[in-house]
């Protein structure tokens, strides 16, 4: 018997303009789904039809297709009896996706961005989002998922996505581990920056200084230093707290930067012992030890510590 592949997600986002229709999709966007805004429904067959414009993208990956009032050829009841056929396929899963939002919210947002009410005319946006709350009103009955957005921030919007309409397992965060001197430069897009500059500088021993963190002689002169252990601990348990409730978030990429006045020696080490550990704990991180080939210089080392 032939193995009957899964059907494809279809999720429709619909609702009051200025709920957080832009948001959803740019999170369903993140999350791997196809997203399309201000499409016309009533194409929505023609469009099933066709493969995905990105190469990356599989012909069953999840798609969702954000529309509302200012969309051509918008009309509730059509919408509705669209849905109806569509969800008789048995290789489509079609949800509906409506975001609510108190009218007194909706007028704050409006008044912050001095932005129209597209339905409000000439009129107080009140008297718009009245209106287009009675022509949504069959949409919001028929919807599968009604979410509420009066009080929620962005990032809550953001989580509420993730967690209605994500994988059981959320997608990995990318986390990069590197190094770097404070001579050469900070590194631009770092997340979390510790800097290293209080252990002892292995580059005031003739026979350390040309060789890096890397080296076990350098590694051992570090640890002796009475206040690397502690530090080790303390910096790899804050990770350990922060990691997971990034990943919770979405952060799709994590950069944690240790830095050092060449970036050869401590840094180095600490990058090293830190990735180390987060293997140890489950996570997968990226080694990246920027200045690592640079010439050791007295002139940049500069006065001890």
């Not at 429709?12 to 399309?36: N, P, S, Y």
């Not at 939002?101 to 704050?108: F, I, N």
């Not at 080296?215 to 348990?237: C, L, N, W």
Request: net charge neutral; proline share 6%; aromatic share 8%.
């Amino acid at each position: 018997m032939p193995h009957e592949s899964a059907p494809q997600r279809i999720l429709l986002v619909t609702g009051l303009l200025g709920a957080g229709k832009t948001t959803a999709l740019r999170t369903l966007e993140d999350m791997g789904w196809e997203a399309i805004d201000n499409f016309p429904i009533r194409l929505l067959d023609r469009l099933l039809e066709t493969e995905p414009g990105s190469a990356r993208m599989e012909s069953t990956a999840p798609m969702a297709i954000g529309f509302d009032t200012r969309t051509r050829g918008f009309d509730p009841a059509r919408t509705i009896d669209l849905v109806k056929k569509l969800s008789q396929r048995r290789d489509l899963q079609v949800t509906t996706l409506f975001l609510d939002c108190a009218g007194t919210e909706l007028e704050r947002r409006y008044n912050e961005t001095r932005r129209r009410h597209p339905m409000s005319e000439d009129k107080p946006a009140a008297t718009g989002i009245a209106a287009e709350r009675e022509l949504l009103e069959p949409l919001r009955r028929w919807a599968d998922v009604v979410m509420t957005t009066s009080s929620f921030t962005t990032n809550d919007l953001q989580q509420a996505i993730r967690t209605q309409f994500g994988e059981e397992t959320p997608a990995a965060t990318t986390l990069t581990i590197s190094s770097f001197g404070f001579s050469r430069g900070m590194p631009p897009l770092a997340d979390l920056v510790f800097d290293m500059r209080f252990l002892a500088n292995p580059h005031w021993v003739d026979d350390l200084r040309p060789q890096t963190g890397r080296d076990a002689p350098v590694g051992e002169y570090i640890r002796k230093d009475p206040a690397f252990a502690e530090a080790f601990a303390r910096i790899r348990d804050l990770l350990l707290l922060l990691l997971p409730r990034y990943q919770e978030q979405g952060k799709a990429y994590v950069h944690i930067a240790f830095g050092c006045t060449g970036g050869r020696h401590r840094s180095v080490f600490m990058a090293e012992q830190i990735a180390s550990a987060l293997r140890g704990a489950g996570f997968s991180p990226t080694l990246f030890h920027r200045n690592l080939a640079s010439r050791a210089a007295d002139l940049l080392e500069g006065a001890k510590g």
